[in-house]
């Protein structure tokens, strides 16, 4: 044997033991390191659940037995995270089982160990809920629309869900998941699975999710609702007085999802049906599978801000097929589904709508940079939140910088080819999780290298601020909007016959940006001539009210409007931004009172918010 052929078995023997070690980093990492879970997948990670609860609302607490198949990788225990819940027994395969609560974190909650065997396939966890569970609000009959009978509801994104069933909650571990739901006899329940459409005679429900889904997507709400069915595959459930108002809003509902499936691929959850829930409910939309929660402050009566239910219907793909690995890849889920909204609505509405929806966009990304100024991290794509928590760290970046990453690079590359690759995307990776890093691999494979366009991408995703090739964004709509409001300062005189065709968005638009040196009376000859103060559009409202306190603006009542508002609405957004507005405005007395009215009607999600915004502690 000759040295050269030494060197190559030896650079052989090499090269396959590095492969080898590659390979066994690589099985060892099938999940990536996650920091808000205390979840070990890589040892032990669940499979399906099987929940069996009840839910009581004289006492305020769900109980029951979570069971779980599991798969183990050779592993003596499985951690699953919890957060106040209260354990009462475990088992292994129908056999007790040692566990063990970790030390709690005030963020995470608490890791569960279980004690398994190498072979065990089944665990059983059976506990209750506490009155410190986060993801549930109770609400009394008084906080619902009928006001007859409670109702309750969960929130399980960013990392709730583990405080009303004890889980693996990693958006990056998924499951399948059925139910056995017990409510008092005349509430119906529903969850994000197969659902009924009409009540059970003894408040029995059985719930079946076939599609593997992250634990943040696990959803229940428990009311006196109805539902009405718009198309075959689409519908709507309210309470009775909501439930026609709900459905004329929604009625497009099923063009948008035809509309969303020519774009980008067929809708591959069966069933897509919206629950509006009472004004509590934090967020405008939660994507929850086959049943998007939403707010009731989406109701306007003319069909007005339904670009929430396009946003949700657009997590069937961005975020409920393809979903964020870590919440520091939360930008992937947003920025691709507010991409993915503007374009369903433009095909729904046309192009003038969408121009005026993305233009708001992106003023909300100036206003979010501003606000941001002193933390420049935090408007990178790409987030590190480790020691946060993933719910009080998301800010619009990943909404709107994220938008405007994509709309940026579909005018790089041009319409054709981008929505090839996104649809192609979304395909191949369909019930899997996706990294930034990730993605940035795919994208330079799939669409850049392949077209060669060169592009910023790691700019636009790990650096901060807004890269200068950003698109630009106008509308015609708006630029009108804008003289009539110049006009206005310039002659002191408002003609409402211009606005009367006016949509909520040009109103909105007009309000939000009133020069800095407005003042109080100039809003009230508009108030007088447009009663902006009684709108009951609930977006023009916050705005409104937003100004009022900017401007110590006290005619109309307003004061007594902005009380009213905001212990009605539970809508986090709105909620953050006119209590912001009383502490920036050096009304923080004012602020307190009515937090302290407010505050018992708010989901936990808002009160930490707001307790946090205004350093409130509770007595
Ligand atoms: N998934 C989000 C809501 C969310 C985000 C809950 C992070 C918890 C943590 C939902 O899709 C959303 O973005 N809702 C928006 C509405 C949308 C039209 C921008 C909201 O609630 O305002
Ligand atoms: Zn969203």
């Known amino acids: ?226 539902y009405k069915a718009i198309s075959n595959r689409t519908g709507v459930y309210a309470e009775k007085s909501m439930l026609d108002k709900v459905h004329n809003e929604f009625s497009d509902m099923e063009k948008m999802v035809s509309a969303a499936e020519k774009l980008y691929g067929p809708y591959a959850w069966e069933q897509f049906d919206v629950l509006v829930l009472p004004p509590s409910f934090p967020f405008g939309g939660m994507e929850n599978p086959r049943l998007t929660f939403a707010t009731p402050t989406v109701i306007a009566g003319d069909k007005s801000l339904t670009s929430l239910v396009a946003h949700e219907l657009a997590h069937s793909w961005s975020g409920n097929l393809v979903t964020n690995a870590t919440w520091n890849d939360f930008w992937l889920n947003e920025g691709f589904t507010v991409y993915f909204e503007m374009r369903i609505m433009e095909a729904v509405y046309g192009k003038e709508r969408g121009d005026m929806l993305a233009l708001i966009s992106r003023q909300d990304l100036n206003d979010e940079l501003e606000n941001l100024e002193d933390t420049p991290d935090a408007t990178k794509l790409k987030l590190d939140l480790k020691g946060h928590n993933p719910d009080d760290s998301m800010n619009s970046i990943a909404y709107d910088k994220g938008y405007l990453f994509l709309r940026t690079l579909e005018e790089k590359v041009g319409r054709e080819k981008f929505d090839a690759f996104i649809k192609t995307y979304f395909k191949v990776h369909e019930f899997s999780t996706m990294t930034t890093e990730k993605f940035v691999d795919y994208l330079n494979k799939n669409l850049l290298e392949k077209n060669n366009i060169t592009f910023n991408t790691d700019e636009w995703i790990y650096k901060s601020g807004i890269p200068a090739n950003q698109a630009i964004i106008t509308s015609d709509k708006f630029k009108n909007v804008e003289s009539k409001l110049a006009q206005f300062i310039s002659t002191g005189n408002f003609d409402k016959e211009v606005t009367k065709d006016w949509t909520p968005q040009e109103w909105v638009h007009f309000v939000r940006n009133f020069p800095k040196t407005m003042t109080a009376d100039q809003m009230l000859v508009l108030d007088k001539e447009l009663n902006l103060t009684n709108s009951t559009n609930s977006y023009i409202q916050m705005v409104w009210y937003e100004q009022a306190l900017n401007q110590n603006y006290h005619g109309n009542n307003v004061d007594k409007k902005i009380e009213e508002f905001l212990t009605q609405v539970g809508r986090r957004w709105y909620v953050e931004t006119l209590f912001k507005a009383f502490k920036r405005n050096n009304r923080m007395d004012d602020a307190l009172k009515v937090y302290e009215k407010a505050r018992p009607n708010y989901h936990s999600v808002t009160v930490k918010t707001i307790d946090d915004l205004l350093g409130y502690k509770a007595k």
């Open 1 to 226: 044997m000759n040295i050269s052929k030494i060197l190559l078995i030896l650079t052989l023997l090499i090269m396959s033991s590095c492969n080898q070690d590659k390979k066994e980093s690589n099985s060892q990492d099938k999940f990536a390191e996650e920091p808000h879970s205390f979840a070990q997948p890589n040892k032990a990670y669940i499979k399906h659940l099987k929940l069996d609860i009840k839910v009581d609302f004289d006492t305020q607490i769900i109980s029951g037995t979570a069971t779980y198949d599991i798969e183990n990788n050779d592993s003596d225990e499985i951690i699953l995270d919890s957060k106040y819940l209260d354990i009462v027994s475990v088992t292994a395969d129908g056999k007790d089982t040692e566990f063990s609560l970790g030390k709690f974190d005030q963020q995470l909650g608490q890791a569960l160990n279980i004690k398994i065997q190498k072979g065990t396939k089944q665990i059983a966890v059976t506990y209750n809920t506490t009155k410190d569970t986060e993801a549930v609000q109770w609400l009394n009959p008084q906080q619902t629309a009928d006001k007859k009978y409670p109702f309750l509801f969960t929130q399980g994104q960013a990392i709730l869900t583990r405080s009303w069933i004890p889980i693996q909650d990693s958006p990056q571990i998924k499951i399948t998941y059925e139910a056995n739901v017990q409510v008092p006899k005349h509430l119906m329940a529903v969850m994000s699975a197969e659902n009924p459409k009409t009540k059970t005679t003894d408040g029995l429900y059985h719930f079946a999710m076939k599609q593997s889904i992250p634990a943040y997507l696990i959803a229940l709400a428990v009311g006196d609702i109805e």
